[in-house]
């Protein structure tokens, strides 16, 4: 019997990011993170809009969006599949680099509760949460990102 692993930063998130946590939890299994193939997307499929796969590269451009929900896509007002994430994230550059870095370093997930609002500030940014994932267990290769996201009634300026 597996003991419960859930993380004392996961009291208090989101329902949305409660439930990414423990599907990453159940697929890595005894493993430190899941494999990129354990993950199913139609099980993911009302998170996919605000869902991003963030490959882990080994040159100078470190993180390259691989996928892009649609959501995200919407927010950024257009679409960084295949681009390096330090030319093409709308949060301040230093702190994503942060929260990626970490990630890798740490080979666990981590939760950015920073609120940011889109370029065009129809959304607002909440909590984002940062989930490795590794092929061999030791590397994180991929990094699956989740962000809760809200529709603004009024642009904020």
């Keep these: 019997m597996l003991r419960d692993r859930t993380p004392d930063w996961l009291t208090g998130m989101p329902p949305e990011v409660a439930v990414l946590y423990r599907y990453w939890d159940e697929k890595r299994g005894q493993r430190r993170m899941p494999r990129r193939a354990d993950l199913d997307p139609a099980d993911l499929t009302p998170y996919l809009p ?3 796969l963030v490959d882990v590269v080994a040159d100078e451009r470190l993180y390259v969006y691989r996928l892009v929900g649609t959501r995200e896509v919407t927010m950024r007002g257009n679409d960084p599949t295949g681009k390096p994430v330090m030319e093409n994230t709308f949060l301040d550059r230093a702190q994503a680099l942060r929260n990626y870095d970490q990630v890798v370093l740490s080979k666990a997930p981590l939760v950015d509760p920073t609120p940011t609002t889109s370029e065009d500030h129809e959304w607002l940014d909440m ?6 994932l590794s092929e061999d267990d030791s ?3 991929k ?4 962000t809760v996201q809200k529709r603004l009634s009024r642009p904020i300026f």
């Design 139 to 141: 590397e994180v290769d």
């Design 50 to 52: 605000s869902i991003l």
């Design 143 to 146: 990094i699956l990102v989740y």
């Design 127 to 132: 909590e984002t949460i940062f989930l490795p």
